[in-house]
C-alpha cells in the first residue's frame, strides 16, 4: 500500500465519522417531528406479559396515563380496563411470573 492509498482511506474514514457526527442532531430533529408520543406520553407501550398456557397470554397494556389488561388467545380476545393502582397491578404480574 502506497502513502497516497493510506492517506486516502485515511481522509474516506475522516469523511464518514464528520458525517456521522454531523447527521445526529439532524436525525434528533427530525424525530421529534414526527409526532410520535414525544413529552406528552400518550405512546402505547406493553407494560408486562404472562403466558397462561400454551395458547393464552395475558398482557397489561399502557396508553397515555390508562393500563388495560388484555387475555389473547383462545376462542375470543377480552379487553379489561385498569382502574387501580398501576403500581400494584404490574408488581402483581411480575410477581406472578
Known amino acids: 500500500m502506497t502513502l497516497h492509498d493510506g492517506l486516502t482511506a485515511c481522509s474516506a474514514l475522516m469523511f464518514i465519522i464528520v458525517l456521522l457526527v454531523g447527521l445526529k442532531p439532524l436525525l434528533k ?46 376462542s375470543q380476545d377480552v379487553l379489561l380496563e385498569w382502574h387501580g393502582d398501576r403500581a400494584s397491578f404490574a408488581a402483581a404480574l411480575e410477581e406472578a411470573s
Request: glycine share 20%.
Open 29 to 74: 430533529a427530525v424525530r421529534s417531528r414526527q409526532g410520535g408520543h414525544g413529552k406528552s406520553g400518550a405512546g402505547l407501550s406493553l407494560v408486562g406479559q404472562m403466558a397462561l398456557d400454551r395458547t393464552r397470554r395475558l398482557s397489561v397494556i399502557r396508553y397515555g396515563s390508562r393500563e388495560v389488561l388484555v387475555l389473547t388467545g383462545g
